[in-house]
């Protein structure tokens, strides 16, 4: 049988068992080398609340903190934008778009 990837999908290398992570959308437990991780920096604050800290704010410039989350997920369908539509699906940059059934 061929295969689809010389790495099976995974970054293991010479390593013969690799740790488990949570995906962050179903639960599901996944090898770490073979999630998808994205590493995503938000404002604990969103732009409206800033503002209304920056007028209140004692300090002239004082930066608000930021949270640093590291999240893994076991499939490229929640990482998408296509994953929140109902009619298509986007697979690595691919979109399918699904026909809608004629009624007779």
């Known amino acids: ?8 999908g995974r970054n293991k290398k ?6 488990r992570v949570f995906c ?3 639960g599901k437990l996944v090898a770490k080398d073979k999630a998808v991780k994205r590493f995503i920096v938000r404002n604990i604050v969103e732009a409206s609340g800033q503002r209304d800290i920056r007028e209140n704010s004692f300090y002239d410039n004082y930066t608000l903190p930021k949270t640093y989350v590291k999240m893994y997920y076991s499939c490229l369908l929640y ?3 296509a994953a929140d539509e109902e ?4 697979l690595g940059g691919r979109r399918i778009i699904k026909k809608k059934k004629k009624k007779k």
């Open 1 to 8: 049988m061929t295969k689809k990837r010389r790495n099976n």
């Open 14 to 19: 010479g390593r013969g068992h690799v740790k």
């Open 24 to 26: 962050q959308m179903s």
């Open 79 to 81: 990482t998408s934008d």
């Open 87 to 90: 009619d298509s699906v986007d």
